[in-house]
């Protein structure tokens, strides 16, 4: 799989935005860039996903860089629920369909009341 | 909104003994997956089923792991003889077919905490 780098911490002041950075240099035309997160004492929970273009959702938004060497990772208001650690996933997808999600350490994003 | 569910929350065995983690996936997913995650390290793949055979498996899965869908909703993971090192917290999770590949995210369970004592 192809890796990813994440910086280890982050803080935010709430009802602030968050850019989450990540870096995939080795990334290859077929992989999709996807976004997990991990509440403390649950369970990973699926952010967002991306190919080339930005995408937005209900939780967040993922701006990818033209090159797809790198991406962020937006929540554009946080809120004290979104302390969670956030991983930044490549997956590439085969005819098969279904791919194991391999994680990093992730960013452990602190919110500052 | 559909949920991964597993049973037991938590689970205290001796070392040696057999164990099995109980997972409902969300009912029309046909991919199912066992994770785990010791305590403080990163969340590590174990295994991934589908159409009732095992399609992927990590070096952490040997012959001590086995995985069943005994029934059309349950999907479990045994651990034969369970090791102090086994201890960890371990998720279960679903994914798909909505006939795009690349959306077939992953939904996971709240986990079963083994205690390996």
């Known amino acids: 799989d192809a890796k990813t780098t994440q910086p280890n911490s982050m803080e935010s002041n709430e009802e602030e935005p968050v850019h989450l950075p990540c870096n995939h240099s080795?990334?290859?035309?077929?992989?999709?860039i996807h976004w997990y997160r991990q509440l403390p004492s649950q369970g990973p929970e699926y952010v967002i996903h991306g190919l080339t273009s930005n995408v937005n959702n209900r939780m967040a938004s993922l701006a990818i860089a033209e090159d797809r060497k790198s991406s962020t990772l937006i929540l554009h208001r946080a809120t004290l629920r979104d302390a969670a650690v956030y991983y930044c996933?490549?997956?590439?997808?085969?005819?098969?369909?279904?791919?194991?999600?391999?994680f990093g350490t992730g960013t452990r994003l602190t919110i500052i009341p | 909104e559909p949920e991964v569910t597993q049973t037991p929350s938590h689970q205290v065995t001796q070392m040696g003994q057999e164990v099995i983690l109980r997972c409902v996936p969300i009912s029309n997913h046909l991919y199912f997956y066992w994770y785990r995650q010791i305590l403080g390290q990163k969340v590590e793949f174990l295994v991934s089923f589908y159409n009732n055979e095992i399609s992927e498996k990590s070096e952490i899965f040997d012959d001590q792991f086995s995985v069943e869908r005994p029934d059309g909703s349950n999907f479990t993971l045994k651990i034969r003889s369970t090791k102090l090192e086994d201890s960890a917290m371990y998720f279960c999770?679903?994914?798909?077919?909505?006939?795009?590949?690349?959306?077939?995210?992953?939904?996971f369970g709240p986990g079963t905490r083994l205690t390996v004592l």
């Open positions: 999770a679903s994914s798909g077919p909505t006939g795009q590949p690349h959306a077939d995210t992953q939904y």
């Open positions: 996933i490549l997956r590439t997808i085969t005819n098969f369909g279904n791919e194991k999600l391999t």
């Open positions: 080795t990334i290859s035309g077929t992989d999709y």
